[in-house]
């Protein structure tokens, strides 16, 4: 049996989302937000700066980076972020000894899973109730967090879409499997809380799934799919808010497509 109050994963293909919850937080869980970081000069100050227009109590909020194998200015920035922030600001250095360009598709997936366990036992070492997992190239919207929260689900994602870099349109951040391989989800309804086998971008973990040892492994489609493959393999189910969607920031000042 599941120790979250959620829904059935595989009985339930939408939900409305005013029928979950309240529209109010009381007493507003604490949560940690952040992500691995390489080289991102080019967005670091706008998505930093979407994190701190985030609707949600400063003081409940801590923050939480990774930095490995920058060669650019992502380290003085996050420095910087670190002295003027009023919320608590984790920053570790873990350089993997990657020399590749840090264009999109260059990371060593194994890396990634490396770095993304690290900020799970960042988490695990604070009071926070939830991981808020932010790309460091997606910007959220000011209310999505409060959002995610009031649906007390295990774990649960914004849309982002991804098809800039995959040249079909109507590609996101959810996928089912199918055949053994994870397939964009691209028929689906607006506006509602759906079950998928797979997101990944900006999601929100609540604590009890870390606790009970949900980590990131290598997977050939990305270490997300590590992450949701052991989620699901211990019973917890993940979803999407189709009504919340980040923008996917793909081309920065003086930087061409990633490809």
């Not at 919850?21 to 979407?50: A, K, T």
């Not at 009023?86 to 999109?104: D, F």
């Not at 899973?113 to 991981?131: P, T, V």
């Not at 098809?163 to 391989?181: A, E, K, M, R, V």
């Amino acid at each position: 049996m599941s120790p979250f109050n959620t829904l059935v994963h595989k009985k339930i293909i939408a939900v409305p989302t005013d029928r979950i919850g309240d529209d109010s937080i009381i007493n507003p869980p604490r949560v940690l937000i952040g992500c691995p970081v390489r080289n991102r000069e080019w967005i670091l100050p706008r998505y930093l700066q979407s994190l701190l227009e985030l609707d949600y109590p400063r003081d409940c909020i801590e923050y939480g980076f990774i930095v490995n194998d920058s060669t650019d200015n992502t380290l003085n920035i996050l420095q910087e972020f670190a002295r003027s922030s009023i919320s608590p600001v984790h920053i570790t250095i873990k350089n993997m000894g990657n020399r590749r360009p840090s264009s999109r598709g260059a990371y060593n997936i194994g890396n990634l899973a490396i770095l993304r366990n690290i900020m799970l036992h960042i988490f695990l070492g604070s009071k926070c109730s939830h991981l808020f997992s932010v790309d460091s190239d997606i910007l959220v919207t000011p209310g999505c967090l409060k959002e995610l929260l009031r649906l007390n689900l295990p774990i649960v994602s914004l849309l982002v879409r991804n098809d800039h870099h995959l040249g079909d349109p109507g590609y996101y951040n959810i996928s089912q499997l199918q055949g053994g391989h994870y397939r964009p989800v691209q028929d689906f309804p607006r506006g509602r809380v759906i079950p998928v086998d797979c997101t990944g971008a900006a999601y929100l973990v609540q604590r009890g799934v870390i606790e009970m040892g949900v980590r990131y492994y290598p997977h050939r489609q990305g270490e997300d799919v590590g992450f949701c493959e052991d989620a699901r393999g211990k019973g917890i189910s993940i979803w999407c808010h189709t009504g919340l969607e980040g923008n996917h920031v793909m081309i920065g000042a003086g930087c061409s497509k990633e490809t």
